[in-house]
């Protein structure tokens, strides 16, 4: 089987704050999945109440609530693009895990802990870049199948259309591959073009147009959509924001 943690661990992910486990059977898994925010109502409720809460306690009364649906929907897309993803350019895995398949300790705070049950894990391996570049694609396409039936019941909570949602979705899998492209910075670009590349598929939901922008600490990619993290009172624009003009 896998050694998921190792995998994460050598990528670079355990400085994200991820403690991971491994159980046996989807059965097993503790803590909330991606299906139970999708079909219950008051499980995403819930969520949305808790990120809320432990938001007004970090940063005090100037975080909104929206702005905590949106965290919670960053945490969700980004655990499942780091192993979708995220994993591609540094071992040339993808790790597919379907929405209930993976249970996650919400709200995420220091530390992010995951358990995912390894009867539910499909790997895909690639030994060339032409197969790597397969992988992005199929990737994506997971991505979108997967965070999909979210989409509708997060939408009030988030007070955003589906243009942001999918923007958020990308930006949390741009941010695995680039987290899994800091062992190799030459390869990011490459990295980033592959996943941005045309699918063909008339149902890739994820948007399109990455680039690299400067930044103190060197090249990043610019966000799809804004984590409205300037909103929160002494906070400001991140380096990535697409909210600052483009130069």
Known sequence: MTDVSALLRSAGFA???????????????TGTTLADLADDAAALRDAVDEYAELQQQQFGPSAERHVAALWLLQD?????AVLAVGLIGTHGISLRVPA????????????FGVAVAAD??????????????????????HLGDLLEPLREPIRGQLRAGARAFWACVTDMATGAICT????????????????????????????????LVPSPAGPIRRRHGCCLLYTIEGMSLCFSCPRIPAT
């Open 15 to 29: 400085g994200d704050g991820v403690d991971l486990r491994i159980v046996d059977r989807r059965t097993a898994l």
């Open 76 to 80: 969700v897309a980004w655990i499942h």
């Open 100 to 111: 209930d398949g993976l249970g996650m300790e919400l709200p995420r705070d220091m530390f």
């Open 120 to 141: 539910a894990i499909r790997t895909e391996v690639a030994t060339s870049r032409i197969e790597r570049a397969a992988l992005y694609r199929t990737g994506r396409r």
């Open 180 to 211: 899994g492209a800091s062992r190799r910075p030459d390869r990011l670009e490459e990295e980033l073009a592959a996943f941005d590349a045309p699918t063909g598929d008339g149902e890739d939901r994820l948007l399109h147009g990455e680039r």
